[in-house]
C-alpha cells in the first residue's frame, strides 16, 4: 500500500518539475554558461558550485514557480478551462495527485531547501551569490501570487518575472565558474533568452480563451494582443521575440567573423510562429516544442561559435 502512494507522489512530482519547459529554459541557460565559462578555464572546484547552484534553480524554478503558477491558476480557473497540451498547468490538480494546500507545502519545501543551498554556497562565493538567488525567489513568487500577479497582466509576466529569472541563472551560473562576467555572455545571454521568450509567447496562445474566462482575466500578453486585435495577431508575438534575436547574434560574434549559424534557430522560429496556426491547439503545441529545440539548438551553436 506504501509503494503505490510513493510512486504517485514522485508521478506527481514530475508532472510538476515540468521538464521540457525546465530543460528549455534555465537547462539551456546553464549549459550556455557552462560551455562559455570552460572555454574561458575553470577551476575544478567551480563545477561543484555550479552543481549546487543548477539544484537550487530546478528548486525554484522547476517547484516553486509551477507549484505556485498551478495554485494561482486553479483558483483564478484558468487551468480548470484550459484545452492545452503543454499549457494549463502541471495537471495534477486536475488528476487529483496534489491538492492546492499540498503544493503550497512542496512549494515552501523546495524553497526552504534553495535557500539552504545559498547557506552552502555563501562561504564559497560570497555575497554575490544571493543575486541570482533573490531574483529567481522573486520570479516564482511574483509571476503568480498577488499582489504583483505578473503572469496575469500583459508583458510583465515575460518583462518583469520570466526574463530577469533566465538572466539571473545564464549570467549568475557563469560567474560562479569564472568569476566575473565577460562582456562574450550578454549578448549571447539575450540572443538565447529571447528565443525563450519566443517559445513562453506560444506556450501561452494555447490558453487565450481560457485566461480571459479566467476570474481575474488572466491577461498574458498573447491573450490581451487577441482580445485587442483578434486571435490571428497574436502569432506576431512569438514571431517578433524571435526576431527581437537576431541583433544580439551578430553582436555576439567574433570581430570580423559573425556567427551566421547562430542565426538560423531565430530565423526557424519565426517560421514557425508564423505557420502555426494560433487557434489550434495541437499546432501551437507543436510550435511550441520546435521553438524550445531551437532554442537549445540556439545555445549549442553559441557555445561552438563564440570565443570566452
Not at 480548470?80 to 486536475?94: C, D, K, M, Q, T
Amino acid at each position: 500500500m506504501l509503494m503505490p502512494k510513493a510512486t504517485a507522489r514522485l508521478y506527481a512530482l514530475g508532472l510538476l518539475i515540468r521538464w521540457p519547459a525546465v530543460l528549455a529554459w534555465s537547462g539551456g541557460g546553464i549549459y550556455l554558461a557552462a560551455g562559455l565559462a570552460t572555454k574561458a578555464g575553470v577551476a575544478p572546484q567551480r563545477w561543484l558550485d555550479l552543481t549546487l547552484l543548477a539544484l537550487a534553480t530546478l528548486l525554484l524554478h522547476g517547484i516553486v514557480t509551477h507549484a505556485v503558477n498551478d495554485c494561482a491558476d486553479w483558483a483564478s480557473g484558468t487551468d480548470r478551462l484550459s484545452p492545452g497540451l503543454l499549457s494549463g498547468g502541471s495537471r495534477v490538480i486536475v488528476r487529483g495527485l496534489l491538492t492546492p494546500h499540498a503544493l503550497a507545502v512542496v512549494s515552501a519545501a523546495a524553497a526552504f531547501l534553495a535557500l539552504a543551498l545559498a547557506v552552502l554556497l555563501l562561504p564559497r562565493l560570497g555575497p554575490g551569490v544571493l543575486v541570482p538567488l533573490a531574483v529567481g525567489l522573486w520570479s516564482s513568487l511574483a509571476y503568480s501570487l498577488p499582489p504583483f500577479s505578473l503572469a496575469y497582466r500583459p508583458l510583465a509576466g515575460e518583462w518583469l518575472g520570466a526574463f530577469p529569472a533566465l538572466l539571473a541563472c545564464t549570467l549568475g551560473a557563469y560567474w560562479s565558474l569564472v568569476g566575473t562576467l565577460s562582456p562574450r555572455i550578454w549578448p549571447a545571454v539575450l540572443s538565447y533568452g529571447l528565443l525563450c521568450q519566443a517559445w513562453l509567447a506560444e506556450h501561452h496562445l494555447a490558453d487565450v480563451e481560457a485566461d480571459l474566462a479566467a476570474q481575474p482575466p488572466k491577461l498574458t500578453t498573447a491573450a490581451w494582443i487577441s482580445r485587442r486585435w483578434g486571435r490571428n495577431a497574436a502569432r506576431y508575438l512569438p514571431a517578433a521575440y524571435a526576431a527581437a534575436a537576431l541583433p544580439f547574434v551578430f553582436w555576439a560574434g567574433r570581430p570580423g567573423a559573425l556567427p551566421l549559424e547562430a542565426a538560423l534557430p531565430p530565423l526557424g522560429a519565426i517560421i514557425v510562429a508564423f505557420a502555426a496556426a494560433p487557434g489550434n491547439v495541437r499546432a501551437t503545441t507543436r510550435a511550441e516544442l520546435g521553438m524550445m529545440a531551437l532554442a537549445l539548438i540556439e545555445a549549442g551553436l553559441l557555445v561552438h561559435a563564440l570565443q570566452p
